[in-house]
């Protein structure tokens, strides 16, 4: 007996490639639990800052402590409006980021060759990491007594100390990504017969991505916490200097408004990294 084709029993029919629709009620359940842990995220962050507000506010209220120690929350709310009415506030934040920037561009863009140079030649490695290893043990503070020496106390001091501070996490990180690189995927750039160039865009990059973005990323958090503290050793504007200023005045609502200013531009740092990371996991996806 002849078998027809278009018997279902014998031949079935093929699976569809048509992409399956997403069901409505399939995306709801599941962007309702990310929205909940989201609040409950916040939620559990704030009760740490709001007890210790309380705490503050409380103290204020009950002059537990003197007001010219430590002032009440209106007074430094209302400190908080006029340095940022009159613009003296954002005048010192672009001033410290500015000094972060220049650093930024020029010891990240060191540490980036230093941590390519060593991971990718034994031989460099051998003559530059010991030298390197032993003054990264050196603090930001260490350096500055010899900086005033040869670029004296100007600006030159504030950039190229904050610099120094930026290289050592840079170039370590690239250092370990490299070196953690798996060989299989070396050994494809040996098959194709990668150029240097080939090799680091679509080898090297891709693979040591999260490692230059946790370099990145500690090397913006020293660099910020750097320039506020060599701007509270030398300096005539930036938060650091508004901080010393301040306290040499007294005047401690300023000092508090400071620092809650160096906290607030911290986190809004680390929030447009993590975007910026998020946007490139995409780019090393699509490299290999």
Not at 45 to 66: E, K, N
């Amino acid at each position: 007996m002849a078998v027809s084709t278009d018997d279902p029993n014998i031949f079935p029919a093929a699976p569809s490639t048509q992409p399956a629709s997403v069901v409505p009620s399939q995306i709801w359940p599941h962007a309702g639990k990310l929205l909940l842990s989201l609040i409950n995220t916040i939620l559990l962050g704030s009760i740490l800052p709001l007890v210790l507000f309380g705490l503050w506010w409380v103290a204020a209220d009950r002059h537990w402590i003197a007001e010219q120690i430590l002032p009440p929350p209106a007074f430094v709310w209302e400190s908080l409006k006029d340095v940022l009415q009159s613009g003296e506030l954002l005048g010192h934040i672009k001033i410290s980021a500015s000094r972060v920037a220049w650093s930024l561009l020029i010891g990240g863009s060191a540490g980036l060759l230093l941590g390519f140079g060593m991971g990718l030649s034994r031989t460099f490695k051998a003559y530059v990491f010991p030298t390197f290893d032993v003054l990264a043990q050196l603090p930001v503070l260490g350096w500055i007594p010899l900086l005033i020496i040869f670029v004296g106390i100007e600006e030159p001091l504030k950039v190229t100390a904050v610099s120094i501070a930026v290289v050592v996490p840079v170039a370590l990180s690239t250092l370990h990504g490299i070196a953690n690189i798996p060989r299989p995927l070396l050994e494809v750039g040996r098959v194709y017969q990668f150029d240097t160039l080939q090799l680091i865009t679509r080898i090297v990059l891709p693979a040591t991505a999260p490692s230059l973005f946790t370099g990145l990323r500690q090397g913006v958090m020293q660099a910020w916490l750097s320039v506020v503290f060599v701007e509270l050793l030398s300096s005539s504007e930036g938060l650091g200097f508004l901080m010393a200023y301040s306290r040499s005045l007294s005047q401690i609502d300023m000092v508090i408004v400071a620092m809650l200013a160096i906290g607030a531009v911290g986190i809004l740092i680390e929030l447009t990294l993590r975007l910026i990371e998020s946007r490139l996991q995409g780019w090393r996806r699509n490299a290999f």
